[in-house]
């Protein structure tokens, strides 16, 4: 099972950047769909992007367009890059891993989880 460690949260201003890291390890990073979820307090989690190896990238409806995923193989890392952020983006942005190489966009589909790592965008 891939171990997954995130990085690269923190407190930003509405309109803003950031840039998240999540390092695998523990197993073939080619053989999994790697994604991104995050979760505000009292809310469910809430499924950000996804990329598999050879299908592409997937991102939900309030993110696209402003979030773009992407991956380093030879890295065994995976990136969110975030722009444009919105007071609303604020959450616990979790790193996740699903064996295979077909994006379900939906927590109980990942069997890897990270720490979690906090986003704040003030307004």
């Known amino acids: 099972q891939v171990q997954l460690v995130e990085s690269g949260g923190g407190k930003v201003q509405a309109g803003g950047s950031l840039r998240l890291s999540c390092a695998a390890s523990?197993?073939?990073?080619?053989?999994?769909?790697l994604g991104w979820f995050r979760q505000a307090p009292r809310k469910e989690r809430e499924f950000v992007a996804a990329?598999?190896?050879?299908?592409?990238?997937y991102y939900g409806d309030s993110v696209n367009g402003r979030f773009t995923i992407s991956r380093d193989n030879a890295k065994n890392t995976v990136y969110l890059q975030m722009n444009s952020l919105k007071p609303e983006d604020t959450a616990a942005y979790y790193c996740?891993?699903?064996?295979?190489?077909?994006?379900?966009?939906?927590?109980?589909?990942?069997?890897?989880w990270g720490q979690g790592t906090q986003v704040l965008v003030s307004s």
């Open positions: 990329i598999s190896w050879t299908r592409g990238s």
């Open positions: 996740a891993a699903s064996w295979g190489d077909y994006v379900i966009p939906s927590p109980t589909s990942f069997s890897s």
């Open positions: 523990g197993s073939t990073f080619n053989n999994y769909v």
